[in-house]
């Protein structure tokens, strides 16, 4: 459709107009539509996965299990889909999205290319009015925000950006057709997850790579490989188990060593050194993301935190040759597991290779981006190719710089100018019939999002069914509600040590962001009772309204 026809066309009714096509949105589209409702996704990248469309940088992969980053609500889709490796890749995450959109047939109501001007309330017929970038109008009842915790990446605000004269790239928006690094002079600033994924795989093919690294990161082996098929048949045998133990853990993920282990109740400073040590121990071998439920203090006692901190730093020394360098490449200034923890593969060892320098930006910060590369100082780095890993205005950005008006033309913007306030992450006051999936003031980015969307999909289900049972047109959280979820994170994450760094969970990687926690740390079990001692007394912390203007348009039921 031309862009003409398209501004003078008819608005598009909906029931649920859903904004992302990651795997949070293809799951509220399935849920939705099995009740009758009319839906359609939007999303303005030419593919499914969200993420795992986006950020298609080399080495790019989960860092929780195949076997458990998977949707679970489907018994055929877990038997039949087989996974190639222990951790999937973004190749292989991509590709089980877009297995699940033909699946269960829901590419027919989903519109890919399309970015949204704006979404706007309107009171008079209690509609959201969606208007997108080519200028079609979408009315719907319900708008859903699948938006994903890192959808917004962080402008880049170093003097002379736009003046380098050769490639510039973005881990968060890579190209579909790999980059030919061949002998080109590379130069990546960052060294987050991104960064420590990526770096080692760049290195191999660039004539010479030089990264920038402001803040060292923390980072464990993550040990992956071929799917053994055992394994898989073992966790496929007992999937109904396996998930009951993951939707009863922290995080969302139990595998210890290939074996389903529940978070340690002990604090790291009440058993001995060696017990500590091999608890270590274990949960290294095991790879990836094991060390959050190790012990229950880490998170909240220094000198516990200090333990583990030096078990890393004991760990990475003897992968790095030059003693001076390691000393760059080890953090030592804050709390490990306070910034997401990161899971590579032979990340340190990268820069025993001689095609690899590190220049360290916190003892000589950069000057400026000239038209042939950095100047750090006096000395310029001339490069062919710069790359990008510098983060995201993650959680919160990807709503407040989008032109969002609620109720009065309040924005988003506004409405969270001092950080994001919602109802246990579901609903904000002052935006009626807006739900929030995965995002500000839920447990993602702690816990196993594809799960949490399940459950959060189910319970805004079972919301909506009495809403049509009663013939309510309308609900939104009041702004006691709000309040009240509020303050129990704040009191929550208070004495957490996630305050000692500047990490993306408390908006301390964009500079002026309000410093709040911005998630909830008191665990899915926690989330899950509260939740559901709201729905079993009739929603409190809900307003309802029901009005003539919507009553001969009510979903099937």
């Keep these: 459709m031309s862009e003409t026809n398209t501004k003078t066309s008819p608005a598009v009714i909906l029931d649920a107009a859903i904004i992302g096509a990651g795997f949070s949105g293809l799951y509220m589209l399935h849920r939705l539509r099995s009740m ?13 996965g969200g993420t795992w469309y986006w950020n298609r940088y080399p080495g790019c992969g989960s860092d929780i299990e195949s076997l458990e980053y998977s949707y679970s609500f489907s018994e055929e889709l877990q038997q039949e889909w087989k996974w190639s490796r222990r951790y999937a890749s973004q190749v292989e995450l991509e590709q089980y999205a877009n297995h699940v959109a033909d699946r269960f047939d829901l590419r027919k109501d989903i519109q890919l290319d399309t970015r949204i001007a704006s979404v706007v309330w309107h009171d008079e017929d209690e509609r959201w009015h ?38 510039v790239l973005h881990t968060s928006r890579w190209p579909k057709d790999a980059p030919d690094f061949t002998n080109k002079r590379v130069g990546m600033i960052g060294t987050g997850s991104s960064a420590v994924q990526s770096i080692p795989f760049i290195a191999q093919e660039a004539g010479h790579l030089t990264v920038f ?12 490989g071929p799917l053994d098929p055992e394994y898989e048949a073992r966790v496929k045998g007992m999937y109904p188990e396996w998930r009951q133990k993951q939707m009863n853990s922290f995080g969302g993920y139990v595998s210890v060593n290939f074996q389903p282990v529940e978070g340690n109740p002990l604090k790291a400073m009440e058993v001995t050194p060696a017990e500590r040590e091999a608890e270590y121990e274990l949960r290294w071998k095991s790879g990836g993301l094991a060390f959050y439920t ?6 909240f006692d220094r000198e516990a935190n200090e333990t583990l901190a030096e078990f890393f730093r004991a760990k990475i020394r003897p992968r790095i040759k030059d003693p001076d360098l390691a000393k760059k490449l080890i ?40 038209e042939q590369g950095v100047r750090i100082g006096d000395a310029e780095h001339k490069l062919d190719t710069l790359v990008f890993a510098t983060g995201f205005d993650a959680i919160t950005g990807i709503l407040t710089n989008m032109d969002i008006r609620g109720r009065g033309g309040l924005t988003m913007k506004e409405a969270w100018s001092e950080g994001p306030r919602t109802y246990a992450g579901l609903m904000t006051n002052g935006f009626p019939n807006m739900l929030m999936i995965n995002g500000a003031g839920s447990c993602t980015g702690f ?3 594809i799960l949490n969307v399940e459950y959060q999909g189910n319970w805004f289900a079972d919301m909506l069914a009495m809403m049509d049972r009663e013939g309510y047109s309308t609900v939104e959280s009041t702004a006691e509600a709000d309040d009240e979820w509020t303050r129990h994170m704040a009191e929550v994450a208070a004495p957490t040590l996630f305050w000692q760094s500047e990490n993306w969970f408390i908006g301390a990687n964009v500079p002026g962001k309000p410093r709040v926690m911005m998630l909830y740390l008191g665990g899915f079990g926690a989330y899950k009772q509260y939740t559901a001692d709201v729905a079993a007394h009739a929603y409190k912390g809900f307003a309802f309204s029901s009005t003539a203007v919507n009553k001969d348009h009510m979903p099937a039921k």
């Design 331 to 370: 953090p030592d200034d804050y709390p490990i597991l306070t910034k997401r923890l990161c899971a590579d593969t032979g990340y340190f060892e990268t820069y025993n290779r001689d095609n690899v320098t590190l220049i360290d930006v916190k003892e000589t910060p950069i000057t400026e981006i000239t």
């Design 447 to 449: 816990f196993n999002p």
């Design 213 to 224: 690294q402001r803040t060292p990161n923390y980072s464990v082996p993550l040990n992956n």
């Design 130 to 167: 969606l208007t997108l970038a080519c200028g079609q109008k979408v009315i719907a009842r319900f708008c859903v925000m699948a938006t994903g915790l890192l959808s917004s990446p962080k402008p880049v605000n170093i003097k002379g950006y736009e003046n380098f004269k050769g490639e």
């Design 294 to 299: 190790s012990f229950g203090d880490l998170l």
């Design 36 to 48: 009758g409702y009319d839906c359609r996704v939007y999303d303005s990248a030419g593919g499914v």
